[in-house]
C-alpha cells in the first residue's frame, strides 16, 4: 500500500494503478463502515484508493472540526490491512491553498434536513468531493448510507457535472446493539453510548409502525419523536419523513421514503435513518 | 472528422482518440479566433475535440441568447477543414435535463467587470465548462485573450477543483482593421461595424501613453474614454485598468494589468482588452 500526501504524487501513483478504480473518500478516524465500503470497491474494482482529509470547509463555526478524532497511523494499519493500494492524505495547504475561491453547490436538494440546519455544509462537501474526484479519477466512488443526504448529493453533483463516475451507495453498518457506526460515536461516555440506540429504536418503532400499515407521514414522525422523548440523555433536533428522491416532507408515505433524524447526546450531534417502500 | 450530440457517443468516440487530446470549448458562429485555438490545438495535442454549444445559463434575461448566431452546417465545414477530429454539439436538454441543480462558481475574480455588469454570467460559464471537461477529458483546454476575465476565471477553477488540465490561453486575433473577432461583430450594420473600430483605437491611445511613461491608471482609464466619447454610435459601458492577477482596479500601474472596456454599438455589446507590462 503508497501513502501519499501531494497532488503530483497522487497522479503518478494513480496511473500505475491497473484497471478500474474504486475509490473511499473519508475523514479518517475509520470504522467498520468505512471498511465496508472499502470491501464493496474491492469487489468491483481492480485498485483501491481512500482518501483521509477532514474538510474543514464542511463545518460550521460552531462545529467539532477542532476535536474531530484524528489517527492517520491507525487509520493507514487498518487500510493496509483491508487490502488498499493507495491512499491519499492531504494536508489543507494542499486542498486549500491561498487564493481558494471556487464552490460546488447543489441548490434544491441541500435546502432540506442536514443543509437547513448546517448552512454551508454541503457546500464544502461538494466542493471537496469535485476536487478529490479529479484528483483521484476514479471509476466508481463509494459512500454510505448512513449519510443519506450527502449521499443523495453526492449522486445529483455527479451527474449535474457529467463526472464519469458510477456512486455506490453502501449499507448503514451498526454495532450490535443498532447504533449506526460513525467517528463522532468516540465522542459518547459511557452513559450516552449506551442511551445513543435511541436512534435506532425511533426509526426501528417508526418502521413497525409503517409495516403495520401506518402511512401518514405525521405519525411516522411523532412514533420517533416519543421515541427519543423517553431517553433523558437525547434531545430531538429533526424528525423527518421526506420524498426519497426529493427530499421533500411528505404528508403520505407512497413510494420510497427516507425517514430520518438528528439527535443531541450532550454536544455530541447523532445523525441516522430507515429508507421505508 | 466524428460529430456526436449525446454524452455517451462523446465518450466512446473519446476513448479512441490517440494521445493527448486538446479541446476547444465554443459557442459556435466561428470565425478565424477560435480556428486560432484550433490550431494551437493541433500544434500542441494528438487529437482535437471541438464542442459547441449556446450555452443558455450563462446569458442574462435581458440578453441576446435567441438572436445569438448559429450555423451548425457552416461551422462543421470549417471544422473538418481545419483538421478537427471530434465536434461534440450537445442540445440543451443533455447540458441542462430537468432537475439539474448543481453550479460551480469562482468568487472574487467574477466581482468585478464582466461579472459585476452581467450578474450570472460567470456562474453559467464556469458550471458548463466544468461539465464540459468532464464529458471531453482533454488533456489541454485553449481560450482566447479577447474574453480575459473568463480565461482568468477558467484558470482559477481549473486550479481550485484540480482539474487534470491545463488551460491555454490564446492572443486576441482581429481584423486588418483592428477589431477583435467576435461571433457578435456579425450583429454589426455596416456604420456600426465601421464604428467598432473605437475598442481598438481607444485601448492603442491609451496603450501609447503608457508606452510614454503614463502609469496613471485614471489617466490611461481617461485617454479610454475620450476617444469612445469621440465616436457618437459608440457608448461606453466600462473602462478598467485593473491588475492582471487579482482583477481589482489599480491606481497605479506597476506589474501587469488588463485594460479592458465594453462598449455599446446600439444594442450588440462588444469587449476588447490589452494587457499592460
Known amino acids: ?42 469487489a468491483e474494482c481492480a485498485s483501491v484508493v481512500v482518501s483521509i482529509f477532514v474538510n474543514p470547509t464542511q463545518f460550521g463555526p460552531q462545529e467539532d472540526l477542532s476535536r474531530y478524532p484524528r489517527d492517520l497511523p491507525r487509520d493507514l494499519a487498518m487500510l493496509e490491512k483491508a487490502g488498499v493500494d493507495l491512499v491519499w492524505s492531504p494536508g489543507e495547504e494542499t486542498m486549500y491553498p491561498p487564493g481558494f475561491q471556487t464552490w460546488v453547490e447543489v441548490e434544491a436538494l441541500t435546502r432540506h434536513l442536514e443543509g437547513e440546519l448546517r448552512p454551508g455544509h454541503f457546500r464544502g462537501v461538494t466542493t471537496v468531493v469535485a476536487k478529490l474526484f479529479n484528483a483521484v479519477l476514479p471509476d466508481k466512488a463509494y459512500f454510505g448510507q448512513k449519510d443519506a443526504q450527502q449521499a443523495a448529493v453526492i449522486q445529483r453533483m455527479t451527474r449535474d457535472l457529467d463526472f464519469p463516475i458510477k456512486i455506490v451507495v453502501c449499507p448503514t453498518l451498526r454495532e450490535t446493539d443498532g447504533l449506526a457506526m460513525s467517528s463522532r460515536n468516540a465522542y459518547l461516555d459511557p452513559a450516552q453510548r449506551k442511551a445513543a440506540t435511541i436512534l435506532f429504536r425511533a426509526l426501528s418503532a417508526a418502521w413497525a409502525a ?20 423517553t431517553e433523558p440523555l437525547a434531545r430531538l433536533q429533526y424528525v423527518s419523513c421526506a420524498d426519497a428522491g426529493s427530499l421533500e416532507e411528505l404528508a403520505t408515505v407512497e413510494g420510497k421514503a427516507l425517514l430520518s433524524m438528528a439527535v443531541y447526546m450532550g454536544k455530541t450531534r447523532l445523525i441516522d435513518n430507515f429508507v421505508l417502500g
Not at 501513502?3 to 497522487?10: F, R, T
Not at 478516524?29 to 471498511?35: D, I, M, P, Q, Y
Not at 409503517?210 to 411523532?222: I, N, T, V
Open 1 to 42: 500500500m503508497k501513502n501519499v500526501s501531494s497532488i503530483p504524487e497522487l497522479r503518478l501513483a494513480r496511473r500505475s494503478l491497473p484497471g478500474a478504480v474504486g475509490f473511499v473518500p473519508t475523514m479518517g478516524a475509520l470504522h467498520a463502515g468505512h471498511l465496508s465500503l472499502v470491501q464493496a470497491a474491492r
Open 210 to 229: 409503517y409495516e403495520k400499515g401506518e402511512h401518514d407521514a405525521g405519525q411516522l414522525r411523532a412514533r420517533v419523536s416519543e421515541a427519543v422523548a
